[in-house]
């Protein structure tokens, strides 16, 4: 077999990183041994995480044995965040994790294509065209290409009936890919990457009926996939649960359903089937020439499989092995050949790992590296040498039983060693997708480790290689044992904050708001006496610079702040930068990215960097009040803009709402879909709407329409699906004398440009005429609505339901949001 051949189907292989090395009993070696006579593939395609029929997953992948992947379009960047306030790249970091996860349990692999999820869309067209139809069509055809998928599967139809523009695009996508796989006219350079076209049997629409959205019909083929896995010990409905549970920051957790369950498929292309999905689909080694040999191997092996000694199979199963290497190259005889060395290793007993104490592999620094082996079941197995960069030693040592092999070894951190950053992030993005240079990343859920140790072994005299991840590992107090990644880094992280800075609020009284702003930079090395500057750049130009010596610790953090108002040249440009300087012996080097890391309990830390700034806001902002209260919603960020304009801000939780707490308090704002996460606000109306009797003013930021209550305002309104995505859709003043358009900030069309992602959501109907609704808004193509925003007197104060995004305009530093929100917590007392 060609060299070329194996790198490229290496590529197939995502690498699903998980935090601790799996181990497999004796049914899960047997479970293995029978699928190496399963040569079938699905491929299911939907537009988000969380999108994926976990229990057809699993069916296909735990039941069925076939290769199965779910390739998800994006990686759910423009979601809501429900354990935490990361939104954007950061929470699609966070989600691609959680799919990895997912598919940990429910046996599946992970893909996706370059399409960012930049929240709600409509239609496909709107879709698309964000995305670039040509762009994303050929991230699906690559994966297909590469997957040789059978059969593949959409979750949702091509149509408006899919609800949601990404939804209905990712079909059409998969149906057009279905087709352009298999044309050698098209994506011709993929070519010389080593694909083929490929030609999927049929492709299926996975129909169903959750909601009020029922789709499926008698007239279309179904299976029962609620069949109950004694190896495994549960059925697919309890794998899938545990699987989609996993989407913890969408708040899936799912109940572990038991007994029959259907699905629903209707073809959407390809050969008529009568009798299944893989209807003239050979998935036995019959469609591999010199296959039938094969398969009658692998049947003895399974026949004479000894679940009390496993390591009775290891002859048996490097002879197949040899078998396999001798027959020619093909997708199968890899895959198998795969699966064949995994088998050996779980027989053998063979426990291999390569880990580090460090957490991080610092540029320049070195890096403790503990090989450890043991082989843990009474066959022949000699360690013969490990690779890893340039450390390549030469062992020849037999391995003895249940004894453990430790080799340790210094590893210096080249300078040329690349630093650690999710692919798709290298380079900056374009409207709809990330810019991905190479063509052999896309598709991959996430990048290969930063180091990969071969471990060359001797299995009865047949050579066998294993790769493994050089990981971090730890004993926490509490947790116990630990994995997590490693990530190469720089010595020094720069960072510079707030990421939002306000030059001209004026405050009703009191003295305007003079931000402080914070330059750090943080150290991953040790290093005596070190020279170092650190400068604030507004442009090109430094307006701060600090020179001093540090002696350098790991961890330790080196502060300067400087007032905005000292520093900030109003004719320059509106973002500062921060670079640190360090000259060590006979040079400088030059830092100016900060290193952020994101830590769940579900997931493996992530870490990435990024140019941290601060932008400068000029606009005026005029504030009245000062004292804000506000409820913890669903993760968001809106706080720590409310605090930049100079108020006060206090969290609130339940034992917070009382109504003497809350008479200190200019307004209570209610975070994003807060009535949709605390049942105990339900027994808080009434102190609410006490408050705002007495003057205060009450905001409610959006919700979805799985409230605890419907009870939200002192006077009837609900809340419905209406939201308009276009974010330059023109907005138009209804009621221009209302306060909220004028006290004390003006509000003119300005105020409304330059906004992101979307303009509102969930907006308020059926209302009360007790409120008044001074906006009108609507997409292109549809009616106005004036629920964005609705307010309405009660008492001397005022209730607000706000379906505008504050929650993403704020962060994105969009002045005219400033200004909006901040006429909503000075709407006047009522007499």
Same mark, same amino acid.
């Given at each position: 077999?060609?060299?070329?051949?194996?790198?490229?189907?290496?590529?197939?292989?995502?690498?699903?990183?998980? @935090?601790?090395?799996?181990?497999?009993?004796?049914?899960?070696?047997?479970?293995?041994?029978?699928?190496?006579?399963?040569?079938?593939?699905?491929?299911?395609?939907?537009?988000?995480?969380? %999108?994926?029929?976990? !229990?057809?997953?699993?069916?296909?992948?735990?039941?069925?044995?076939? !290769?199965?992947?779910?390739?998800?379009?994006?990686?759910?960047?423009?979601? @809501?965040?429900?354990?935490?306030?990361?939104?954007?790249?950061?929470?699609?970091?966070?989600?691609?994790?959680?799919?990895?996860?997912?598919?940990?349990?429910?046996?599946?692999? @992970?893909? /996706? &294509?370059?399409?960012?999820?930049?929240?709600?869309?409509?239609?496909?067209?709107?879709?698309?065209?964000?995305?670039?139809?040509?762009?994303?069509?050929?991230?699906?055809?690559?994966?297909?290409?590469?997957?040789?998928?059978?059969?593949?599967?959409?979750? /949702?139809?091509?149509?408006?009936? *899919?609800?949601?523009?990404?939804?209905?695009?990712?079909?059409?996508?998969?149906?057009? =890919?279905?087709?352009?796989? *298999?044309?050698?006219?098209?994506?011709?350079?993929?070519?010389?990457?080593?694909?083929?076209?490929?030609?999927?049997?049929?492709? /299926?629409?996975?129909?169903?009926?959750?909601?009020?959205?029922?789709?499926?019909?008698?007239?279309?083929?179904?299976?029962?996939?609620?069949?109950?896995?004694?190896?495994?010990?549960?059925?697919?409905?309890?794998?899938?649960?545990?699987?989609?549970?996993?989407?913890?920051?969408?708040?899936?957790?799912?109940?572990?359903?038991?007994?029959?369950?259907?699905?629903?498929?209707?073809?959407?292309?390809?050969?008529?089937?009568?009798?299944?999905?893989?209807?003239?689909?050979?998935?036995?080694?019959?469609?591999?020439?010199?296959?039938?040999?094969?398969?009658?191997?692998?049947?003895?092996?399974?026949?004479?499989?000894?679940?009390?000694?496993?390591?009775? +199979?290891?002859?048996?199963?490097?002879?197949?092995?040899? =078998?396999?290497?001798?027959?020619? *190259?093909?997708?199968?005889?890899?895959?198998?050949?795969?699966?064949?060395?995994?088998?050996?290793?779980?027989?053998?007993?063979?426990?291999?790992?390569?880990?580090?104490?460090?957490?991080?592999?610092?540029?320049?620094?070195?890096?403790?590296?503990?090989?450890?082996?043991?082989?843990?079941?009474?066959?022949?197995?000699?360690?013969? +040498?490990?690779?890893?960069?340039?450390?390549?030693?030469?062992?020849?040592?037999?391995?003895?039983?249940?004894?453990?092999?430790?080799?340790?070894?210094?590893?210096?951190?080249?300078?040329?060693?690349?630093?650690?950053?999710?692919?798709?992030?290298?380079?900056? +993005?374009?409207?709809?997708? #990330?810019?991905?240079? %190479?063509? @052999?990343?896309?598709?991959?859920?996430?990048?290969?480790?930063?180091?990969?140790?071969?471990?060359?072994?001797?299995?009865?005299?047949?050579?066998?290689?294993?790769?493994?991840?050089?990981?971090?590992?730890?004993?926490?107090?509490?947790?116990?044992?630990?994995?997590?990644?490693?990530?190469?880094?720089?010595?020094? &992280?720069? =960072?510079?904050?707030?990421?939002?800075?306000?030059?001209?609020?004026?405050?009703?009284?009191?003295?305007?708001?003079?931000?402080?702003?914070?330059?750090?930079?943080?150290?991953?090395?040790?290093?005596?006496?070190?020279?170092?500057?650190?400068?604030?750049?507004?442009?090109?130009?430094?307006?701060?610079?600090?020179?001093?010596?540090?002696?350098?610790?790991?961890?330790?953090?080196?502060? #300067?702040?400087?007032?905005?108002?000292?520093?900030?040249?109003?004719?320059?440009?509106?973002?500062?930068?921060?670079?640190?300087?360090?000259?060590?012996?006979?040079?400088?080097?030059?830092?100016?990215?900060?290193?952020?890391?994101?830590?769940?309990?579900?997931?493996?830390?992530?870490?990435?960097?990024?140019?941290?700034?601060?932008?400068?806001?000029?606009?005026?902002?005029?504030?009245?009040?000062?004292?804000?209260?506000?409820?913890?919603?669903?993760?968001?960020?809106?706080?720590?803009?409310?605090?930049?304009?100079?108020?006060?801000?206090?969290?609130?939780?339940?034992?917070?709402?009382?109504?003497?707490?809350?008479?200190?308090?200019?307004?209570?704002?209610?975070?994003?879909?807060?009535?949709?996460?605390?049942?105990?606000?339900?027994?808080?109306?009434?102190?609410?709407?006490?408050?705002?009797?007495?003057?205060?003013?009450?905001?409610?930021?959006?919700?979805?329409?799985?409230?605890?209550?419907?009870?939200?305002?002192?006077?009837?309104?609900?809340?419905? !699906?209406?939201?308009?995505?276009?974010?330059?859709?023109?907005?138009?003043?209804?009621?221009?004398?209302?306060?909220?358009?004028?006290?004390?900030?003006?509000?003119?069309?300005?105020?409304?440009?330059?906004?992101?992602?979307?303009? +509102?959501?969930?907006?308020?109907?059926?209302?009360?005429?007790?409120?008044? *609704?001074?906006?009108?808004?609507?997409?292109?193509?549809?009616?106005?609505?004036?629920?964005?925003?609705?307010?309405?007197?009660?008492?001397?104060?005022?209730?607000?339901?706000?379906?505008?995004?504050?929650?993403?305009?704020?962060?994105?530093?969009?002045?005219?949001?400033?200004?909006?929100? =901040?006429?909503?917590?000075?709407?006047?007392?009522?007499?």
């Amino acid at each position: 077999m060609s060299k070329f051949f194996w790198a490229l189907v290496l590529l197939i292989s995502i690498n699903t990183r998980a @935090q601790a090395p799996a181990t497999y009993n004796s049914d899960d070696i047997y479970t293995q041994l029978k699928k190496l006579n399963v040569l079938g593939s699905v491929l299911y395609i939907a537009a988000h995480p969380d %999108d994926e029929n976990t !229990r057809l997953l699993a069916y296909f992948s735990k039941e069925k044995q076939y !290769r199965t992947g779910y390739l998800s379009l994006t990686r759910g960047d423009g979601g @809501q965040n429900l354990i935490g306030d990361e939104q954007g790249i950061e929470l699609g970091m966070i989600r691609t994790q959680e799919l990895l996860a997912a598919r940990r349990i429910d046996g599946a692999e @992970q893909f /996706f &294509s370059t399409a960012i999820d930049f929240g709600f869309s409509k239609n496909a067209a709107e879709a698309l065209s964000f995305w670039n139809h040509d762009k994303i069509l050929s991230d699906v055809v690559w994966v297909i290409r590469k997957f040789h998928p059978d059969v593949i599967i959409t979750r /949702f139809p091509g149509d408006a009936r *899919a609800g949601h523009g990404h939804h209905w695009a990712s079909a059409l996508l998969a149906n057009e =890919a279905f087709t352009a796989a *298999a044309d050698s006219t098209k994506f011709t350079d993929q070519f010389a990457l080593g694909v083929k076209p490929w030609q999927a049997k049929r492709i /299926f629409w996975n129909t169903y009926n959750f909601g009020s959205n029922n789709t499926t019909s008698g007239d279309q083929f179904t299976m029962d996939i609620g069949g109950f896995n004694p190896l495994l010990g549960k059925s697919y409905g309890e794998i899938a649960a545990e699987s989609r549970s996993q989407h913890k920051s969408q708040g899936f957790g799912a109940t572990k359903q038991r007994g029959q369950s259907l699905e629903y498929f209707k073809l959407t292309g390809g050969a008529p089937f009568k009798d299944g999905l893989m209807d003239g689909v050979n998935t036995t080694w019959e469609r591999v020439p010199g296959g039938n040999t094969i398969e009658t191997t692998i049947n003895a092996i399974i026949s004479h499989y000894n679940f009390e000694h496993p390591e009775y +199979s290891v002859d048996s199963l490097v002879a197949l092995h040899k =078998a396999l290497a001798a027959m020619p *190259a093909s997708y199968w005889v890899y895959k198998k050949m795969d699966e064949v060395s995994n088998i050996i290793v779980a027989c053998s007993g063979l426990f291999i790992e390569a880990t580090t104490n460090k957490p991080f592999a610092v540029i320049g620094d070195t890096l403790p590296i503990q090989f450890f082996i043991d082989k843990r079941n009474n066959n022949s197995v000699s360690l013969t +040498s490990i690779q890893l960069d340039n450390f390549d030693t030469t062992i020849s040592r037999p391995l003895a039983t249940n004894t453990n092999v430790n080799i340790i070894k210094q590893l210096p951190v080249a300078q040329s060693k690349p630093l650690s950053q999710p692919y798709w992030l290298v380079n900056p +993005s374009q409207k709809g997708y #990330f810019e991905v240079a %190479d063509q @052999q990343l896309i598709g991959k859920a996430e990048n290969n480790a930063a180091y990969e140790v071969t471990f060359h072994f001797l299995v009865n005299g047949y050579p066998l290689q294993i790769t493994k991840p050089v990981q971090y590992k730890f004993t926490d107090a509490i947790k116990g044992e630990q994995y997590e990644p490693l990530v190469v880094i720089a010595p020094f &992280s720069v =960072a510079a904050t707030p990421g939002i800075a306000l030059l001209n609020v004026h405050p009703e009284s009191g003295k305007a708001p003079d931000p402080l702003l914070k330059f750090t930079f943080k150290s991953y090395i040790n290093a005596a006496t070190l020279p170092v500057t650190i400068s604030a750049l507004q442009g090109n130009k430094a307006v701060y610079k600090k020179d001093t010596v540090v002696n350098a610790e790991v961890g330790k953090e080196y502060s #300067f702040s400087e007032s905005l108002s000292k520093l900030y040249n109003k004719t320059g440009d509106n973002i500062i930068n921060t670079v640190l300087d360090v000259r060590m012996k006979n040079s400088t080097a030059h830092y100016d990215r900060y290193l952020r890391s994101i830590h769940y309990d579900h997931i493996p830390d992530i870490h990435y960097t990024l140019h941290d700034n601060i932008r400068v806001i000029t606009e005026d902002i005029k504030t009245r009040g000062k004292h804000i209260g506000y409820i913890v919603g669903a993760g968001d960020k809106v706080p720590q803009a409310l605090e930049q304009m100079g108020y006060d801000v206090k969290l609130l939780g339940e034992n917070d709402i009382t109504a003497a707490n809350l008479a200190q308090f200019d307004a209570v704002i209610a975070g994003v879909r807060a009535y949709n996460l605390h049942e105990w606000l339900v027994a808080k109306y009434d102190i609410l709407m006490s408050y705002i009797q007495q003057g205060g003013n009450y905001i409610v930021q959006y919700n979805q329409l799985d409230l605890v209550t419907n009870t939200i305002g002192p006077y009837p309104f609900t809340i419905g !699906r209406t939201r308009v995505t276009d974010e330059n859709a023109e907005v138009h003043f209804l009621l221009p004398s209302s306060p909220v358009l004028n006290y004390p900030n003006k509000i003119t069309a300005k105020d409304f440009e330059g906004w992101v992602q979307e303009r +509102s959501t969930y907006h308020a109907q059926n209302m009360d005429a007790h409120y008044t *609704a001074p906006l009108g808004m609507h997409d292109p193509d549809e009616a106005e609505s004036n629920g964005g925003l609705i307010i309405a007197p009660y008492g001397k104060g005022n209730f607000v339901y706000d379906g505008l995004v504050f929650f993403r305009e704020l962060p994105a530093g969009i002045a005219g949001a400033y200004r909006l929100i =901040a006429n909503l917590i000075a709407l006047p007392q009522n007499k």
